[in-house]
């Protein structure tokens, strides 16, 4: 059976000989992978002008909540997806990881863009910059999507969590995806892209799959598509530099295996929960997906004194690790994906003995597995290896065994660990295990300027901790150096990554004509009716409101400090006050923001239904006993909301630029409030 691509629209099964695809434990062929006969030019044009058209007119937040809903879909056929994904030696598990890992990336980035994002097509980025001394002449920051395609040339090691991680904040981002999964499980990326297409939530051509060899794709490309890819940092340089990618200075991101490390803090003791966290967290990378983690730990430095005890500690507990059939009562490690990985595995391993120890494993031949052929899968046993003299060979921090494969190497202080862990020449995540906060600090601010990510484990954080291993949706995934000097996820970051940051210059009316967002100084408009009384719909950005004055006594401060219990001194002790930076008695800042919104408020019911938050918020100048304020609200912002089967009208939230000034036109004070505003309706 061929696992088909689906491109331009139709599933294709390839019309060459294709590579024989193995089961990992059985060794039967499970697919046919094949990509002969595709038109690449129309994999990308279809891409482009019908995906990439349909999906930069539709708004973030529907973007979003496409995923949402297809995320939904997903996890209710999951069990489909734990089956096929089964014959890549995966345990229930590793499964897990892939699957719902995921799909809960997925779901996360669903709710980072509707949280953090306008309902619009485009994002404004920060705020604006002041570029003249009047203010006529402002800059302002924005992200479109560009009009090409994202191309994601993934590993076989994660074939569902590696394309859902990669394409949620493409498609949130207005690009379509082709994606390329690594041959070896692409039949279980396969199975998922045919749920995918069969949900019909996303738009024609915003999703396409190519199983098999990408044949001249890459020539295909232009300056407004990315490539992002996931593998060997060998594969990755040879990609990174195709003349095409060159010549048009196409992005691309690499995120590349890496040599990454653990370190065993100097002042851990065998008896502390630090030794055992170590030695559980070590185990648990090597034999997690039979080790075949761009993030596994493959280094573990550890001080000269501990060698022994550490050393010990991993055999026991390595051995007592039971491999087999991942469907097996009891079996904790399967496979690796193929023959010709253990075969790779091996010979690594072999390198590495050249000028390291063998201390457990390292022979597929002797290996007992359970309820199935040791020769027939691609079984590799667990395997511990120890360099005593690390900082004398290059082997342990150049040579990657893509298994569950990890050495052991002794440091003698703090420096010489920092200095191990920057061998690795850069590195995806790396690991501190200790409950000494200046021993953490001092290996963090050493190691850090080669780690994408690092983990700071102890007994504080252990319950809850996700591990050395996972890349989380919220914090990017990368490295420098070997680790391809990449960035992956990390929130809104990846979205940013597939648009086009552009710098406005312009007058601050016109700006905000462009970003649909107000800049001080822009053209405001005012009504006879008070904003609080407009619905959503009614509301325009810029629309302003300058409220009556008041003026501030002796007894509106008293008050309020009774009323809050606030007696600082510069509210009530005339001479402490006189003799302060203020040189006065001065109001609260808090009674200051609580006046104002006595004054813009409007108290009759109306279609504003809540006040949802208040931000950046600055005292600016004092107000003193006598001093006379004003606010001016104005529309800086509106963001539509999705209504929720749960909720009983449709709402959007709007953003108040709320200044208030003294009398002699001086800002006092300066914030944004949201408030939730009813919309008449869908």
């Known amino acids: ?406 050495t052991l190497m002794p440091y003698n202080n703090i420096d010489e660990a920092i200095e191990l862990a920057q061998l690795g020449k850069g590195s995806l995540a790396g690991s501190i295990v200790t409950y000494d906060n200046n021993e953490a600090r001092k290996l963090v601010m050493g190691a850090a300027a080669y780690h994408g990510r690092m983990l700071i484990l102890n007994r504080d954080c252990a319950k809850e901790s996700t591990g050395h291993g996972s890349p989380l949706a919220a914090l990017v995934h990368g490295g420098p150096g070997r680790a391809g000097g990449g960035e992956e996820l990390g929130g809104s970051r990846a979205i940013k990554h597939y648009m086009q940051r552009t710098a406005l210059q312009g007058s601050p009316t016109t700006l905000m004509a462009i970003s649909r967002e107000y800049i001080a100084g822009a053209d405001t408009v005012s009504t006879d009716l008070h904003p609080f009384k407009k619905y959503f719909e009614d509301l325009q950005v810029g629309e302003s409101l300058l409220t009556h004055r008041r003026t501030v006594t002796e007894a509106d401060i008293v008050n309020f400090g009774c009323l809050s219990g606030d007696h600082f001194y510069a509210h009530f002790d005339e001479q402490a006050a006189k003799d302060s930076l203020f040189g006065k008695r001065v109001a609260h800042g808090y009674f200051v923001i609580s006046a104002a919104a006595g004054m813009f408020v409007e108290p009759a019911p109306g279609p504003v239904l809540a006040n949802y938050g208040l931000e950046n918020l600055r005292f600016i100048e004092p107000v003193g006993i006598g001093d006379t304020i004003q606010v001016k609200i104005t529309v800086k912002k509106k963001i539509k909301k999705t209504r929720r089967p749960d909720e009983d009208r449709s709402t959007g939230v709007v953003v108040w630029d709320v200044e208030v000034i003294n009398q002699n036109q001086e800002m006092v004070a300066l914030y944004d409030i949201m408030t939730l505003v009813e919309r008449r309706g869908e």
């Not at 024989?20 to 002008?49: P, W």
């Not at 074939?159 to 991680?165: I, K, Q, R, T, V």
């Not at 003791?269 to 080790?291: N, R």
């Open 1 to 406: 059976m061929k696992t088909q691509s689906y491109v331009y629209g139709e599933w294709f099964a390839g019309t060459g000989q294709g590579i024989d695809v193995k089961h990992a434990v059985t060794g039967e062929t499970v697919s046919i992978v094949d990509s002969t006969g595709i038109d690449f030019g129309q994999v990308v044009e279809h891409g482009r002008n019908l995906g990439g058209k349909a999906l930069r007119a539709m708004t973030i937040h529907e973007r979003a909540n496409a995923l949402k809903e297809l995320g939904k879909v997903l996890m209710s056929r999951k069990k489909e997806l734990y089956e096929v994904s089964s014959r890549t030696g995966a345990t229930k598990t590793d499964s897990w990881i892939d699957i719902e890992g995921g799909i809960g990336t997925m779901f996360s980035y669903s709710s980072i863009a509707r949280r953090e994002f306008a309902n619009e097509t485009f994002i404004v980025e920060g705020a604006p910059e002041r570029l003249s001394a009047e203010g006529t002449f402002v800059g302002q920051h924005i992200l479109t999507a560009k009009p090409g395609v994202s191309l994601h040339i993934n590993a076989f090691n994660f074939p569902c969590w590696g394309m859902l991680e990669k394409i949620a904040p493409s498609l949130i981002a207005g690009m379509p995806v082709i994606v390329k999964p690594g041959t070896a499980s692409a039949y279980l990326t396969e199975a998922m892209v045919q749920m995918i297409i069969e949900s019909g939530l996303l738009p024609e051509g915003s999703l396409q799959l190519i199983c098999g060899s990408t044949g001249d794709l890459l020539d295909q490309l232009n300056e407004q598509d990315v490539v992002t890819f996931t593998g060997s940092a060998s594969t990755g340089q040879m990609l990174k530099s195709h003349p095409n990618i060159v010549a048009n200075s196409i992005p691309f991101n690499m995120e590349a295996d890496s040599l990454n490390c653990s370190i065993l803090g100097e002042n851990v003791q065998k008896d502390d929960p630090e030794f055992s966290l170590f030695i559980k967290e070590i185990c648990k990378e090597m034999t997690v997906k039979a080790g075949q983690k761009c993030t596994a730990i493959r280094r573990i430095f550890v001080p000269r004194n501990k060698v022994d005890d550490v050393a010990e500690a991993l055999k026991k507990r390595l051995s007592q690790t039971t491999v087999g059939d991942p469907s097996a009562e009891g079996v904790r490690m399967g496979p690796l994906v193929g023959i010709s990985q253990r075969e790779d595995v091996q010979n690594k391993v072999a390198q590495l003995q050249e000028h390291c120890d063998l201390l457990l494993g390292g022979n597929s031949s002797d290996l007992k597995v359970t309820a199935a052929d040791a020769e027939v899968g691609a079984f590799y046993p667990p395997t511990l290896l120890y360099c005593d003299k690390p900082f004398e060979t290059d082997a342990p921090h150049s040579i990657e065994a893509f298994g569950p494969v990890s």
